[in-house]
């Protein structure tokens, strides 16, 4: 039976050992050396001493801060929304639907309708406003990136939604609470799992996004995802970019450790 569970956990752990640790391990020892195979922390030294990185640091923090926002403020009132539909399945597999279509795919149509000659500006035409440069701009990269991320954040908070017990609310209600202390005291307590399961979802790749930051965002949005694209792609200095990779990555954990604290039940008195 032993050598049984083994064959089968065996595909499993090569996949993890080639796929997961192998390119951990290669970016570690990059970022670790320089460009003739020394040991040296120079990589790291560089990086927080130089000021564009750590302002490249920041605007990654800040645009994901910005796209996890925007993505939780829709989210949550769409899931509300459909908890109290009909059909509800049929509302999800239209929220779910774009995530079908390709990302690249996606970025040029929003470049199609966001260029000077796009329906945005054909519509504002309709008013005698002139083109307006929408393109490669803040503004452009944050919108696509929300609408792309949307339904990763709504899924996880419905479903958390929907785990609420009915007789709660109907308790709250009887009890005298407004919707809003249902809200507050309820509601939003008990759908927190999926609230932290969508901002998760959203702000840890939104931390390393480069493609969308390319087409969308030009010159004008630089992040450390862009970075590492530079470094890896143009300038040829793997040993940098590993060191930028290896950054994010540890970024990364500390958000995952920050968002899956314990939460302290505690009584309220509504």
């Known amino acids: 039976m032993k050598k049984n569970r083994l064959l089968f956990f065996l595909p499993y752990l090569l996949w993890i050992g080639l796929f997961v640790i192998a390119p951990l391990v290669l970016i ?25 990185f750590l302002r490249m640091m920041a605007n990654s923090f800040w645009y994901a801060l910005l796209i996890t926002f925007f993505c939780l403020l829709v989210s949550y009132t ?35 309708i966001f260029s000077r000659s796009g329906m945005v500006n054909q519509f504002l035409g309709l008013f005698g406003i002139g083109p307006v440069g929408i393109m490669f701009t803040d503004f452009a990269f944050i919108f696509v990136a ?40 309820v509601i939003w307590p008990l ?57 994010l990555i540890a970024l990364m954990l500390i958000v995952m450790l920050l968002t899956s604290r314990k939460q302290h039940k505690k009584e309220i008195e509504l």
Do not use: C
């Not at 570690?28 to 564009?52: E, I, K, M, R, V």
């Not at 990763?152 to 009915?166: A, C, G, Q, T, W």
């Not at 901002?199 to 862009?226: C, D, H, K, W």
């Open 146 to 185: 929300t609408y792309i991320e949307i339904p990763f954040m709504v899924m996880p908070i419905y479903n958390s939604l929907k785990e609420i017990d009915p007789a709660l609310l109907s308790a709250s209600s009887d009890l005298g609470a407004s919707f809003w202390q249902t809200f507050r005291y």
């Open 78 to 112: 769409a899931a509300l929304a459909l908890t109290r539909l009909k059909n509800q399945q049929f509302w999800m597999m239209l929220i779910i639907l774009p995530t079908w279509i390709n990302l690249l795919l996606k970025a040029y149509a929003f470049i199609g």
């Open 191 to 247: 759908s927190w799992p999926g609230v932290e399961s969508g901002i998760q979802a959203i702000f840890i790749p939104s931390l390393s996004l480069f493609m969308l930051t390319r087409l969308i965002g030009g010159n004008r949005v630089i992040t450390l995802g862009t970075a590492v694209e530079e470094y890896f792609l143009t300038t040829m200095n793997w040993n940098m970019g590993a060191t930028i990779g290896v950054i």
């Open 28 to 52: 570690l020892g990059y970022s670790l050396t320089d460009a003739h195979s020394h040991l040296t922390l120079q990589n790291f030294a560089a990086f927080f001493s130089g000021g564009t």
